[in-house]
């Protein structure tokens, strides 16, 4: 459940709501995971860059690349 969950979230952008209906997950479970993804989001940016091994990388790099531009 996490992986679908993270994979949803992180690489497809979609909402809890919309997780939780195209998976038939608890709505309350994923919305769960979704806000502890939220809320350490800081541990990544106090860490070094790292590797990218997707398409979108986690956290404010799905939005905007610390080292590289984005394929658009």
């Excluded at 769960?32 to 940016?45: G, L």
């Amino acid at each position: 459940m996490l992986d679908a969950i993270l994979e949803d979230y992180v690489e497809d952008l979609h909402s809890a709501v919309q997780i939780a209906n195209d998976r038939g997950l608890d709505l309350e479970l994923v919305k769960r995971v979704t806000r502890m993804i939220d809320r350490a989001e800081y541990k990544r940016q106090q860490a070094a860059p790292g590797i990218k091994i997707s398409a979108k990388a986690f956290g404010y790099g799905r939005r905007l690349p610390i080292a590289a531009k984005s394929e658009a």
